[in-house]
């Protein structure tokens, strides 16, 4: 298939390589003279523009928005859909609010244009990876669309297949999922990201703790030296809490025991926030959650060992650098 592809950043020039190994094409445009020629170099048929992007697409056209949540993708949208025609897609692939979603595909609707909210999990491992695609939009849609969502995603591997799915749908278990109508894609995913908070912060408290058995206030008979990374190696093996999460702080932890590359300034990018504002409305308890955010904003102020594990392990799946604070 073809696919337009704008925003070719961490992840977006990344899904443009993996849809080329898959055999599909690409039209790419970015801000980034220098991402559009990188890609182009290997294939790509580069743009410069959103609407030269749209021009150099066979009908019935499919973009996909790899871009800021927020003005920026509702400013390429806007931008694009005057020159789309009934039978058109527009994928969001981003952070997007997922009442964002719902409001722009009822502006698209009139004109025939679909609109697809994929959340996209997978950071800048997705090129070898695959990605975990939770989509939302309308059925006809996600069906035209299938190649592209099952070239992108990590397809079953080597995980073992979970009993009694004899039955349900197979696209789970290749590592992407129709989620419902608009906005119920980047729904999921935000819950996804909240829980990744929770996650993140338990390992950060957890290794806090282990670090600080040794500290000269704990009798001399308790005190233990422990070495972080070989802990954090043998939980990665056979252990109940063994996640990627935890491979990428064994390997942060192998390279700098102490992290002193890291600040501890643990940015949020909103999908915890968006996490925490449904629970109150939805009346769901969400302890860990909330306590997982408020720890961000706190290490705002101060940082701690636990704070720049959490840096390692953004770093680690996603590529973030955190700025450095005060």
Excluded at 29 to 46: E, F, H, R
Excluded at 182 to 201: D, P, S, T, W
Aim: glycine share 12%; aromatic share 6%; with cysteine.
């Amino acid at each position: 298939m073809q696919l337009g592809v704008v925003g070719l950043g961490r992840m977006g020039g990344n899904i443009v390589q993996r849809l080329h190994r898959h055999g599909h094409s690409c039209v790419v445009y970015d801000k980034n003279a220098a991402a559009i020629k990188a890609l182009a170099d290997q294939g790509a048929l580069g743009s410069s523009g959103l609407n030269d992007l749209a021009a150099k697409l066979k009908p019935p056209r499919a973009i996909w928005l790899m871009l800021p949540a927020g003005e920026i993708t509702d400013a390429a949208i806007a931008e694009l859909s005057p020159g789309l025609q009934s039978g058109d897609m527009i994928i969001d692939g981003g952070n997007s609010f997922y009442r964002d979603d719902v409001r722009r595909a009822k502006e698209l609707k009139p004109k025939g244009i679909h609109y697809l909210d994929v959340g996209t999990s997978g950071g800048i491992w997705g090129l070898e990876r695959g990605y975990c695609l939770m989509i939302g939009g309308d059925r006809e849609a996600v069906e035209k669309l299938d190649p592209i969502f099952a070239a992108l995603a990590p397809g079953r591997g080597n995980i073992p297949q979970t009993s009694r799915r004899n039955g349900r749908d197979a696209r789970p278990e290749r590592g992407y999922m129709h989620c419902g109508p608009a906005g119920a894609g980047h729904f999921v995913k935000m819950i996804h990201n909240g829980i990744e908070y929770g996650l993140m912060q338990s390992y950060a408290e957890g290794f806090a703790i282990l670090k600080e058995a040794g500290a000269q206030a704990r009798t001399e008979d308790e005190r233990y030296d422990l070495d972080l990374a070989d802990i954090a190696e043998v939980w990665r093996r056979g252990s109940v809490i063994s996640s990627w999460l935890l491979d990428l702080t064994a390997e942060a932890l192998a390279g700098d025991t102490k992290l002193q590359s890291f600040s501890g300034l643990v940015e949020d990018t909103g999908e915890g926030r968006w996490t925490l504002m449904t629970a109150i409305e939805e009346a769901v308890p969400a302890n860990v959650l909330s306590a997982a955010l408020y720890a961000r904003f706190r290490s705002r102020q101060e940082h701690s060992f636990a704070d720049r594990l959490i840096s390692a392990m953004r770093k680690g799946f996603g590529g973030h650098v955190e700025p450095k604070g005060k």
